[in-house]
Nanobody, 115 residues
Framework: VQLVESGGGLVQAGGSLRLSCVAS????????MGWYRQAPGNQRELVAS???????TYADSVEGRFTISRDNDKDTVYLQMNSLKSEDTAVYYC??????????WGQGTQVTVSS
């Protein structure tokens, strides 16, 4: 099982980035897909998640600026990030679990927002 993130990079405050995460391998019946982030010195935190039926939840800090979506045919989850702030700087990790309770993580992609 492999989760590969892409789309991170350096952007100015107020700009946008779109993260993608493609899952491959023997993942049976994906349930929830999500994005977490971890800034230096901080714990990993949930940014957004989306259920198999498309119900999305967001951290208060990104509500209204970030949008999570998924393509079940492609086993892919996206995170559209708009109006980025310096405090959004972190390593962003893709996460998913299946109906059997197995959890998988990506290797992370760096997002840096310059002020």
């Amino acid at each position: 099982v492999q989760l590969v993130e892409s789309g991170g990079g350096l952007v100015q405050a107020g700009g946008s980035l779109r993260l993608s995460c493609v899952a491959s391998g023997s993942i049976f019946m994906i349930n929830t897909m999500g994005w977490y982030r971890q800034a230096p010195g901080n714990q990993r935190e949930l940014v957004a998640s989306i259920s198999a039926r498309g119900r999305a939840t967001y951290a208060d800090s990104v509500e209204g600026r970030f949008t999570i979506s998924r393509d079940n045919d492609k086993d892919t989850v996206y995170l559209q990030m708009n109006s980025l702030k310096s405090e959004d700087t972190a390593v962003y990790y893709c996460n998913l679990d299946n109906v059997y309770g197995q959890t998988y993580w990506g290797q992370g992609t760096q997002v840096t927002v310059s002020s």
